[in-house]
T-cell receptor
Framework: DVKVTQSSRYLVKRTGEKVFLECVQD?????MFWYRQDPGLGLRLIYF???????EKGDIPEGYSVSREKKERFSLILESASTNQTSMYLC????????????FGPGTRLTVL | TQLLEQSPQFLSIQEGENLTVYCNSS?????LQWYRQEPGEGPVLLVT?????EVKKLKRLTFQFGDARKDSSLHITAAQPGDTGLYLC????????????FGKGTLLTVNP
């Protein structure tokens, strides 16, 4: 069965802290994605990766960076957390060339105080 | 940016009723997906449609892709409280074989 896991379901951090969100998939998918989801704004793509060590900016990359050292793991880093980064963060993965079907993790609800 | 517009934004119905939600765009898509997201969880893929005019059924859910591949609909027959959730449509971006653009969703509540 398809499985995407995220390191935390809930996280509370303070302004200025460095925050790491981790995502692991066990499906041998080439593509991995980080989104944030906010009421009224829908799902917005932060970064994605189509191969190990490869990354591309999405629609809202400012204030974020990513790391993909292994195929199964994709990390999202908030260099200096701010209150406007309070959100639901969703990781997804997909197999290259298969109608873009994405499989999502359960999400991390991040609160920055 | 290709825009996917979903309607209605909110829908509250009684158990046993039928409903249809829509996903529209001015762009042509090679494929379109529907996802359901329950509160506090990630979206779950329900179906992918790829052929204009295609109809797919998943138990009480019927998905249709428009003839021109610019729009899609999801019809639920005899809705149940377990159908409650956010229904999202998504489609490939600019011919990309991995990026998706998502609609903002229809939030469905089925009351017992």
């Amino acid at each position: 069965d398809v499985k995407v896991t995220q390191s935390s379901r809930y996280l509370v951090k303070r302004t200025g802290e460095k925050v790491f969100l981790e995502c692991v998939q066990d499906m041998d998918h080439e593509n991995m994605f980080w989104y944030r989801q906010d009421p009224g704004l829908g799902l917005r793509l932060i970064y994605f990766s189509y191969d190990v060590k490869m990354k591309e900016k999405g629609d809202i990359p400012e204030g974020y960076s990513v790391s993909r050292e292994k195929k199964e793991r994709f990390s999202l880093i908030l260099e200096s957390a701010s209150t406007n980064q309070t959100s639901m963060y969703l990781c997804a993965s997909s197999l290259a060339g298969v109608w873009n079907e994405q499989f999502f993790g359960p999400g991390t609800r991040l609160t920055v105080l | 940016t290709q825009l996917l517009e979903q309607s209605p934004q909110f829908l509250s119905i009684q158990e046993g009723e039928n409903l249809t939600v829509y996903c529209n765009s001015s762009s042509v898509f090679s494929s379109l997906q529907w996802y359901r997201q329950e509160p506090g969880e990630g979206p779950v893929l329900l179906v992918t449609v790829v052929t204009g005019g295609e109809v797919k059924k998943l138990k009480r859910l019927t998905f249709q892709f428009g003839d021109a591949r610019k729009d899609s609909s999801l019809h639920i027959t005899a809705a149940q409280p377990g159908d409650t959730g956010l229904y999202l449509c998504a489609a490939g971006v600019g011919g990309s074989n991995y990026k998706l653009t998502f609609g903002k969703g229809t939030l469905l509540t089925v009351n017992p």
